[in-house]
């Protein structure tokens, strides 16, 4: 977690007083190439994708939006489109917002890249060292202690066509059903407790000092913005 946050502020402080020209780096489109050949797309999820009346998004936005790709301390693409495919678990680029969606390639899944989407950091993390095992993860918090991930999750529960001329189709629903986890900078993760009332046991000896907080400011952890809140106090602790 240091390397990752120590690239990055190179990577800002290089390129903070750069143009905003677009530019696709050689050995990223090799990239891009590499894992067409070598690794073909799965595509069980795009029978989902493709319905227009589906409730909800496979996506962290239905929409691509702008970002940057990085690799290590170099900034591998910038200005292109990107969206992060939660179901499939996969980041999907290319080459501007005007291009057409099947041009779009699959970032290879490597721990030493992540995109920044809009102001939204992903990053890779593989699972016991195995890259197969591994995920995505949305960087809400780096802390000097601890940072917080987000796992975008997606419950897909899949449409139906009306069975006779009295029913109507039902269509593919995505419901957001994400898991947050404290990591610490030696990189050991710790997920949040589902159950509201378990939750602030993740914080052991300094509980009682974080719930004191979350009444003083009238918190609920339920709520994203107030978990950041209550993450951010505890790091600070």
Do not use: C
């Amino acid at each position: 977690m240091q390397k990752f946050t120590y690239y990055l502020l190179i990577i800002l402080m290089l390129f903070s007083f750069t143009a905003e020209a677009q530019f696709w780096d050689r050995e990223f489109v090799g990239g891009l190439n590499q894992i067409d050949q070598n690794n073909k797309r799965q595509r069980k999820f795009d029978k989902y994708t493709l319905e227009e009346n589906s409730i909800g998004t496979p996506y962290n936005h239905p929409d691509y939006l702008t970002g940057n790709v990085y690799k290590g301390n170099a900034l591998w693409a910038t200005n292109i489109a990107i969206r992060y495919n939660a179901v499939a678990d996969e980041i999907e680029v290319k080459e501007s917002l005007e291009s057409k969606d099947e041009d779009a390639r699959l970032l290879p899944k490597d721990p030493e890249i992540f995109v920044k989407i809009v102001n939204d950091i992903y990053v890779f993390i593989p699972f016991q060292g195995k890259i197969e095992d591994g995920g995505y993860f949305h960087v809400m918090f780096e802390g000097k202690k601890l940072d917080l991930y987000k796992k975008l999750k997606k419950r897909v529960i899949p449409g139906r066509k009306a069975s006779s001329s009295f029913t109507q189709d039902v269509p593919t629903e995505f419901r957001d059903e994400s898991q947050y986890f404290l990591v610490t900078k030696s990189g050991r993760f710790f997920q949040l407790p589902d159950e509201k009332s378990k939750k602030f046991d993740i914080f052991g000896a300094n509980k009682e000092v974080v719930l004191e907080y979350v009444k003083k400011n009238n918190l609920d952890p339920e709520e994203e913005k107030d978990l950041l809140k209550i993450i951010q106090f505890y790091d600070g602790v």
